[in-house]
């Protein structure tokens, strides 16, 4: 018995030291798309000023002071009432640290490279005749975008390699605002790639003004704040955090939902789930742990969250 054992844990142990092809192809593609981007700014003599403004829309200080205040709220109206250094908010915290110190600027390069990479390879987006367009069909590209993200989104919870580096997001059982920073690097290739097409399609000379990426991001954000909120009415075209807390439940309706800041795409697709009133909030994350979790006991558990953060990051590579 004890050989048998042994030869197990041997067999588990060469599977976790297998490479994921999936995540490899994923992470070359993300290398491309950042590759393109700094030839091209430095080619321009523009990536310094270009990291700094991409930074100041994605980590406006009003978006850090709206973060700060769901914090608060979380506190005083709790869906789930927890302890303030709760294991789950502390991890995502590092999440949080980790977006303000290198997401934030590689989610710049990767809108750079998207749309270095379509420039070359479809002419066609680049359409001249959109300079005519009134500045109103930046409210038009919105929505495009958004129906990109879904579409990312939708993508994945289908397709193997894009759920292996997702799923780090729904592995939290302790839903907060913070969880919004809970996303491996290479969940966003999918989003920023797609997005760019309405963009260099619709706007032409009318780019978008910094301050409606900074709207946009803050609004899908909030939905997963740890309150009971459905914005009400207007929670019917909103996600709210009640709306989107049920695409993060345990008990499998994580393909519902999947709007990032509207909801007419889940209508459109039949995917629309909304709250029901004065019902209790689900239980979230996933069912049989398949990522390291720091809500498990044993060496997970206890590890320190910068190195269980490693781990998890990691962990979408190996085919175990």
Do not use: K
């Amino acid at each position: 018995m004890t050989t048998i054992n042994a030869e197990l844990g041997t067999t588990e142990r060469r599977r976790a030291m297998l490479v994921s092809p999936g995540t490899l192809g994923l992470a070359a593609a993300t290398g491309l798309v950042l590759f393109e981007a700094v030839d091209a700014l430095l080619g321009s003599h523009g990536l310094g000023a270009t990291l700094h403004a991409g930074w100041s829309q994605l980590v406006a200080p009003a978006f850090v002071l709206l973060v700060l205040a769901a914090v608060t709220c979380e506190r005083l109206w709790p869906a789930e009432r927890r302890p303030f250094l709760a294991r789950g908010h502390v991890q995502d915290a590092s999440y949080f640290l980790l977006y303000i110190l290198a997401i934030a600027p590689f989610m710049t390069l990767l809108s750079v490279g998207s749309a270095v990479i379509l420039r070359s390879h479809a002419t066609w987006l680049q359409a001249t005749w959109t300079a005519q367009w009134p500045r109103w069909t930046v409210v038009v590209t919105l929505l495009a975008m958004d129906l990109c993200n879904w579409l990312a989104h939708w993508g994945d919870h289908r397709v193997g390699a894009l759920w292996r580096v997702h799923a780090l997001h729904h592995s939290q059982e302790e839903l907060s605002v913070l969880t919004s920073f809970r996303a491996h690097p290479l969940m966003h290739i999918t989003g920023f790639v797609l997005a760019t097409v309405p963009v260099l399609l619709l706007t032409g000379a009318h780019p978008l003004a910094p301050v409606l990426i900074t709207v946009y991001v803050c609004l899908g954000t909030l939905p997963h704040t740890n309150v009971r909120w459905s914005y009400g009415p207007l929670g019917r075209v909103l996600v709210s955090p009640a709306y989107h807390r049920q695409h993060h439940a345990i008990e499998g309706q994580q393909e519902a939902n999947l709007g990032v800041v509207l909801t007419v795409w889940d209508v459109v697709a039949g995917r629309a789930r909304f709250p029901v009133r004065g019902a209790a909030p689900c239980a979230t994350g996933l069912a049989g742990r398949p990522v390291l979790v720091e809500q498990a006991g044993g060496e997970a558990g206890h590890a320190a969250p910068v190195r269980l953060l490693a781990r998890q990051l990691a962990q979408p590579f190996t085919t175990a």
